[in-house]
């Protein structure tokens, strides 16, 4: 059993319409939503073995914000993840080596999203096969917000995932983190 973690970067800042969006910050809220986010995943026990992000600026800084972690990740920044598609997103993994059990992926909507919707298909309150949480995978269809995580288990080796191939665990909205860091 694999363990995919897909992070949308945190609300970043648009104080400055000139600067390129690759370059844009993370601004006040998205220090603390991210700080909030590395408690959270600290509580969960969460420690990925790789860390792909995108090399934009906001999602270096959101991944800096859940540093130090208790083992060192490796840690490959993408230019390729930079809005990147579903599709694009899925071949990256499938490149992850099969003795990889955790990656994580830090990048931007709407890929992430898309691509959390692609592998909870078919995960519905009536028909979930998976055995999650039919709630939590409503409220990821619904959107996948600034700061969010979708942590799955994936059952396939890297180079084998596709639609519907993951069991949402857990999706954690930055308004969720006050009841579990408190």
């Given at each position: 059993?694999?363990q995919l973690?897909l992070l949308?970067?945190?609300?970043s800042?648009?104080?400055d319409?000139?600067?390129s969006?690759?370059?844009?910050?993370?601004?006040a809220r998205?220090?603390?939503?991210?700080a909030s986010m590395?408690?959270?995943i600290r509580?969960?026990?969460?420690t990925?073995?790789v860390?792909?992000v995108?090399s934009?600026?906001r999602?270096?800084?959101?991944l800096?914000a859940l540093?130090p972690?208790?083992?060192?990740?490796?840690?490959?920044?993408?230019?390729?993840l930079?809005?990147?598609t579903p599709?694009h997103?899925l071949a990256?993994?499938?490149?992850?080596?099969?003795t990889?059990?955790?990656?994580m992926?830090?990048?931007h909507?709407?890929?992430?999203h898309?691509?959390a919707?692609?592998?909870?298909?078919?995960?519905?309150?009536?028909?979930?096969?998976?055995?999650?949480?039919?709630?939590q995978t409503?409220?990821?269809?619904?959107g996948?917000?600034?700061?969010?995580?979708?942590?799955?288990?994936?059952?396939?080796?890297?180079?084998d995932v596709?639609?519907?191939?993951?069991?949402?665990?857990?999706?954690?909205?930055?308004?969720?983190?006050?009841?579990?860091?408190n």
């Amino acid at each position: 059993m694999r363990q995919l973690l897909l992070l949308r970067h945190a609300k970043s800042s648009w104080d400055d319409p000139a600067m390129s969006d690759h370059a844009r910050p993370l601004n006040a809220r998205g220090r603390r939503n991210a700080a909030s986010m590395r408690a959270a995943i600290r509580n969960l026990g969460l420690t990925p073995d790789v860390v792909l992000v995108s090399s934009a600026r906001r999602t270096l800084q959101t991944l800096e914000a859940l540093e130090p972690w208790d083992e060192n990740p490796i840690v490959e920044p993408m230019d390729t993840l930079y809005l990147a598609t579903p599709a694009h997103i899925l071949a990256i993994l499938h490149g992850v080596t099969a003795t990889v059990r955790s990656v994580m992926v830090v990048g931007h909507n709407p890929g992430l999203h898309d691509l959390a919707v692609l592998l909870a298909a078919g995960q519905t309150a009536a028909t979930d096969r998976h055995g999650s949480d039919p709630a939590q995978t409503q409220r990821l269809r619904e959107g996948f917000p600034a700061g969010a995580l979708a942590e799955f288990t994936i059952a396939a080796d890297w180079r084998d995932v596709r639609e519907g191939g993951g069991r949402l665990v857990r999706f954690l909205d930055p308004h969720d983190l006050s009841e579990m860091t408190n």
